[in-house]
């Protein structure tokens, strides 16, 4: 006789099915995988899934035999990525084509000790295709597990020292002992790249009884950190002071400077805040003439963003914001009793590659300044011309120019030279042409003309050297300067080396009034910039040889028989030699000399600083150079 089964066999049953059925709704929906080496699991390894089309993140931490489970993971592409301190990240697309697949991913992670040697595959390039998300949380569990370390790991520790003496007569009316040095310290502290340099410079006359003692200094000190999360933050502190002709007074300059800067995967991120602080300094040379103050404190704010928005496209915007206080005591300094003292510009700019061969740039400039607001919309465009040539254009006009500017020298900008020769800052029109030849993406020759036309005041200074404070122009309101640039690599033979950069500029068209002067005047300037450094690589010898010549006038405007006014004409021959003496044998270190020599002429008519046309000033040096 059949039998049919009981009500507790039919419930054991479907108890037993259910339970069979339990494992597979589980696997649903997971991806899963297991993190190891290319011998063994890695335990307590962090791993993310990063969605890159809504940007969420998702983490989990593998168990003891390596392995993890993501649950449920949305459809979309992800970026996985594996982490363990001491190991190269590993880093995977997935794709998901529904939020139920089941899906299974190892990850297998090289010890980044060993990863060393293949540039390819090191630490700091893996990590350079992390997303920002998932890089700030590796960078907490780096930090976590270096603190729980017993002690910092120092590498690649590099030293250097530099050390000078000479004579100089070009800084003052006397000839002057000139003495100094320079030291350098780069280290790699857990994975953090640390740069320290200082220089000292000291000047001091010999005593005279019929002259005053002249004596003056310039030093800097730089801390530079860059490395995690691919931040990099840098100091910059200068200091320098110098008695005057007369040694009744001291001009200084002091500046603070503070910058950080994030380079992300596509986009990029800095600000930098600067403190500036200046007794009798922007007012010596043509400044004396020009009716600048005696002393400024000015404060300076930057920043900007840029990132790519597409393959094709760029776009940057950012902010500059400056705020100077005067030591004013002429009042004829000030215009209608306000001196404006505080500038905000705001920024944007992109470009788009039409086609792979032409690139289309524009922006815009706004400017607040003294209660008005200007906008300059800019327009470029680069073509590439076959493999190696390329041309580029670019113009700007600001759409509002304030005619208060031109009545009288009060706020103005610094700038130096080299940092200097686009279409950016202080320009009420700008018109730009350039054409290069690249080789290897290297720019081999360039060919340039560059016309500006100002809208503040800028002193702009040619030289970098404390003690060169003579070397600058004061540019006005409403001066156009065209120039021409020139730049050219090229190697003369298989072991020689050099480089031609040239600028000219000449113009002017500024009306100003001097601080002694009723009647207005004309501003004109005139500047020849060259230099050509040659490399001798068989025998390690450098030859840099410099030229410049600055000149500035002032010419009156009315009828009257008034000659015009020479606010500056200079010119500087720079000859400098250096040679490695590793060519001598083999070193322990790598030791290096250097020999500067300067030849000086020009006038300068600034009281007691005043210099003879035909006087021949020079400064010639010497030093010995060290690096472990």
Same mark, same amino acid.
């Given at each position: 006789?059949?039998?049919?089964?009981?009500?507790?066999?039919?419930?054991? !049953?479907? +108890?037993? &099915?259910?339970?069979?059925?339990?494992?597979?709704?589980?696997?649903?929906?997971? *991806?899963?995988?297991?993190? =190891?080496?290319?011998?063994?699991?890695?335990?307590?390894?962090?791993?993310?899934?990063?969605?890159?089309?809504?940007?969420?993140?998702?983490?989990?931490?593998?168990?003891?035999?390596?392995?993890?489970?993501?649950?449920? !993971?949305? +459809?979309? &592409?992800?970026?996985?990525?594996?982490?363990?301190?001491?190991?190269?990240?590993? *880093?995977?697309?997935?794709? =998901?084509?529904?939020?139920?697949?089941?899906?299974?991913?190892?990850?297998?992670?090289?010890?980044?000790?060993?990863?060393?040697?293949d540039s390819a595959a090191d630490f700091w390039t893996v990590r350079q295709q992390i997303p920002t998300d998932v890089l700030r949380d590796i960078d907490f569990a780096l930090a976590a597990d270096e603190s729980a370390g017993s002690s910092p790991r120092i590498d690649n520790l590099r030293a250097g020292v530099r050390a000078v003496t000479g004579v100089d007569s070009m800084a003052t009316a006397q000839t002057a002992q000139l003495s100094g040095g320079e030291v350098e310290l780069a280290s790699e502290i857990d994975n953090v790249n640390v740069d320290v340099s200082g220089s000292y410079l000291a000047l001091e006359a010999a005593r005279d009884l019929h002259l005053p003692a002249t004596d003056g200094y310039s030093q800097t000190l730089s801390v530079d950190v860059s490395g995690v999360g691919a931040n990099r933050i840098r100091m910059t502190t200068v200091d320098n002071s110098l008695s005057t002709a007369s040694g009744k007074e001291r001009m200084g300059l002091q500046s603070q400077r503070l910058s950080w800067s994030r380079d992300g995967e596509r986009h990029r991120s800095q600000v930098a805040a600067q403190y500036t602080e200046e007794d009798n300094f922007y007012a010596r040379g043509g400044g004396s003439r020009l009716a600048l103050p005696p002393g400024s404190r000015a404060w300076n704010l930057e920043g900007s963003y840029s990132t790519d928005i597409s393959e094709r496209s760029t776009m940057e915007a950012g902010f500059r914001y400056r705020d100077r206080v005067f030591e004013l005591v002429h009042n004829d300094l000030l215009l209608n009793g306000v001196l404006p003292q505080e500038r905000v510009e705001v920024f944007g700019r992109g470009g788009t590659s039409l086609v792979p061969a032409v690139l289309v740039e524009y922006g815009v400039y706004s400017t607040m300044r003294d209660g008005t607001l200007s906008f300059m919309p800019q327009g470029g465009l680069v073509m590439r011309l076959g493999d190696s040539w390329r041309a580029s254009t670019s113009a700007g006009v600001k759409m509002h120019d304030d005619p208060l500017e031109a009545r009288r020298v009060n706020d103005f900008h610094t700038a130096y030279f080299r940092d200097y020769a686009s279409c950016e800052r202080a320009t009420a029109e700008c018109y730009q042409v350039v054409l290069a030849r690249f080789v290897d993406d290297q720019e081999k020759l360039s060919i340039g003309a560059l016309h500006r036309r100002f809208d503040e005041t800028l002193r702009l200074q040619f030289d970098q050297n404390f003690f060169n404070y003579r070397e600058n122009l004061q540019l006005v309101h409403g001066d156009a300067v065209p120039e021409l640039q020139i730049a050219l690599t090229q190697r003369l033979s298989p072991t020689i080396l050099a480089r031609l950069e040239s600028n000219l500029g000449a113009g002017g068209g500024g009306i100003l009034t001097l601080a002694d002067r009723e009647h207005g005047y004309e501003n004109e300037v005139r500047y020849f910039v060259t230099s050509l450094d040659t490399q001798f690589e068989r025998s390690a010898t450098g030859v840099f040889v410099a030229f410049h010549q600055l000149e500035q006038r002032l010419s009156p405007l009315d009828d009257q028989p008034r000659p015009a006014e020479q606010i500056l004409e200079l010119e500087r021959l720079q000859l400098m030699l250096t040679q490695d003496l590793a060519v001598l044998g083999d070193l322990a270190a790598d030791w290096a000399v250097q020999l500067n020599m300067e030849l000086s002429r020009g006038f300068v008519p600034t009281g007691g600083d005043a210099t003879l046309a035909d006087e021949i000033r020079s400064r010639i040096t010497g030093g010995l150079a060290v690096r472990f």
């Open positions: 006789m059949r039998r049919f089964p009981t009500s507790q066999s039919v419930a054991a !049953l479907i +108890a037993a &099915l259910v339970m069979c059925a339990l494992p597979a709704a589980a696997d649903e929906g997971v *991806v899963s995988g297991q993190v =190891r080496t290319a011998s063994h699991p890695l335990p307590a390894s962090q791993v993310y899934a990063y969605q890159l089309a809504d940007l969420t993140l998702r983490k989990a931490t593998t168990d003891e035999a390596g392995r993890f489970a993501f649950k449920s !993971l949305p +459809a979309g &592409l992800y970026k996985i990525v594996a982490f363990k301190p001491g190991f190269v990240p590993g *880093v995977a697309l997935l794709t =998901r084509a529904s939020a139920k697949a089941v899906q299974i991913l190892d990850v297998e992670l090289r010890d980044q000790g060993a990863a060393a040697a």
